[in-house]
Nanobody, 119 residues
Framework: QVQLVESGGGLVQPGGSLRLSCAPS????????MAWFRQAPGKKREPVAG???????TYYASVQGRFTISKDNAKNTAHLQMNSLKPEDTAVYYC?????????????WGQGTQVTVSS
């Protein structure tokens, strides 16, 4: 049974930092692409960042330069380091996974972790 568990969300002031973690189970982590998505109230879900099984990264334009996605195969964990947070970053953040080297959509999703940026 595949399960993705996110952690690290919380309340932070504008300009602050948070580090999200995603610990999948039930899949061969090193062969999967990992990604972070987010959804704010009243808005559609949007991609934030992705990292391929081989380590190539992509970022949504609004977070580029502020967020860093990484993948630690030894610890079987993906991370999203979020710096210079803005109120507009407030959302539920979801971890997602798909088998690498395919054209498949992201198949597995975590339950989400709340990130709130407010003064």
């Amino acid at each position: 049974q595949v399960q993705l568990v996110e952690s690290g969300g919380g309340l932070v002031q504008p300009g602050g930092s948070l580090r999200l973690s995603c610990a999948p189970s039930g899949l061969t982590f090193s062969t999967y692409d990992m990604a972070w998505f987010r959804q704010a109230p009243g808005k559609k879900r949007e991609p934030v960042a992705g990292i391929s099984w081989s380590g190539s990264t992509t970022y949504y334009a609004s977070v580029q330069g502020r967020f860093t996605i990484s993948k630690d195969n030894a610890k079987n964990t993906a991370h999203l380091q979020m710096n210079s947070l803005k109120p507009e970053d407030t959302a539920v953040y979801y971890c997602a996974a798909r088998l690498g080297s395919t054209n498949n959509e992201y198949r597995y999703w975590g339950q989400g972790t709340q990130v709130t940026v407010s003064s």
